[in-house]
């Protein structure tokens, strides 16, 4: 059974940083491209990041560039969110995918889904 598993997100205040991580199983991951997506109550799901399965080629959204930064481990079935200069507007649900493709940033591409990890930013 292919699941992938988030943790890491929490309540922080505006300017802080938090670190999500994804923990992929069931199947070998390392071919697969990973990404995080976000969505906020009553609002789409929007692309954040997302890494080639060699981990070389990285992809952002233009509110989280500079901010924030993915990678993964060397087995890759572990990625990482690094969260840095928090803003109420990264208030929302945090979702790790995984497809057998390139690093796609459009959620309908991804193939595995988490449950999701809440991060709050408050002002």
């Known amino acids: 059974q292919v699941q992938l598993v988030e943790s890491g997100g929490g309540l922080v205040q505006t300017g802080g940083s938090l670190r999500l991580s994804c923990a992929a199983s069931g199947r070998t991951f390392s071919s697969y491209a990973m990404g995080w997506f976000r969505q906020a109550p009553g609002k789409e799901r929007e692309f954040v990041a997302a890494?080639?399965?060699?981990?070389?080629?990285?992809r952002y959204a233009n509110s989280v560039k500079g901010r924030f930064t993915i990678s993964r481990d060397s087995a890759g079935n572990t990625v990482t969110l690094q969260m840095n200069s928090l803003k109420p507007a990264d208030t929302a649900y945090y979702y790790c995918?995984?497809?057998?493709?390139?690093?796609?940033?459009?959620?309908?591409?991804?193939?595995?889904w988490g449950q999701g990890t809440q991060v709050i930013v408050s002002s």
């Open positions: 995918a995984a497809q057998n493709a390139v690093a796609g940033t459009v959620p309908f591409e991804y193939r595995y």
């Open positions: 890494i080639s399965w060699s981990g070389r080629n990285t």
